[in-house]
């Protein structure tokens, strides 16, 4: 059965860094592009970024560019997500997603890990 | 970008009932409109791809419909479990992505 396991939440000051690790199993890790999405507390569900199965390109949202950077090993089965410069408005659970390609290349999110909670206070 | 708009943000119904949720885009993004179900707690489960293809393993009850940018999820004979919250998501703009912001489905 395809799992994703994220790690590396925690409680961080505004202005700090934290790294979250999602680790992948049951499936071909590097035939999928992943994603990470967060959900604030009591709000709806925002995509953060995207790499593809090579991990050749990652893609932002305006909310986190320049601010965060997504990697993949795919030798581990491994995706990371490295948040600098962390604001109070970045405090959420962040999920690791896989991204399928369905029919006509229609993409989305088939399998999700369980989360990791994020909270940056001072 | 793409903006994504669902409604109503909330509605309540009975075991047994069929609902309707409605999602719409600021532009046409064809038929590249997923439907994901989340439960208090727990990660999102995606129901619909494709806005009509049923996701393998998810109950027949579920349907989808739309083009465009007008979609639909349909629930038929709601069941208990069927209670939670469920959010569109265009892949138009793929691999940049929009959530809708949530339906939350309550028990009368």
């Known amino acids: 059965e395809v799992t994703l396991l994220e790690s590396g939440g925690g409680l961080v000051q505004p202005g700090g860094s934290l790294r979250l690790s999602c680790a992948a199993s049951e499936f071909s890790f590097s035939d999928f592009a992943m994603t990470w999405v967060r959900q604030a507390p009591g709000r709806g569900l925002e995509w953060v970024s995207s790499?593809?199965?090579?991990?050749?390109?990652?893609y932002f949202s305006d909310s986190v560019k320049g601010r965060f950077t997504m990697s993949r090993d795919n030798s581990k089965n491994t995706l990371s997500l490295q948040m600098n410069s962390l604001r109070a408005e970045d405090t959420a659970v962040y999920y690791c997603a896989r991204q399928t390609l369905f029919a006509w290349g229609a993409p989305a999110f088939d399998f999700w890990g369980q989360g990791t909670v994020v909270t940056v206070s001072s | 970008d793409i903006q994504m708009t669902q409604s109503p943000s909330s509605l309540s119904a009975s075991v047994g009932d069929r609902v309707t949720i409605t999602c719409r885009a600021s532009q046409s993004i064809t038929a590249y409109l997923n439907w994901y179900q989340q439960k208090p707690g727990k990660a999102p489960k995606l129901l619909i791809y494709a806005a009509s293809s049923l996701q393998s393993g998810v109950p027949s009850r579920f349907s989808g419909s739309g083009s465009g940018t007008d979609f639909t999820l349909t629930i038929s004979n709601l069941q208990p479990e069927d209670f939670a919250t469920y959010y569109c998501q265009q892949s138009h703009s793929s691999p940049m992505y929009t959530f809708g912001p949530g339906t939350k489905l309550e028990i009368k």
């Open positions: 790499i593809t199965g090579r991990g050749g390109s990652t």
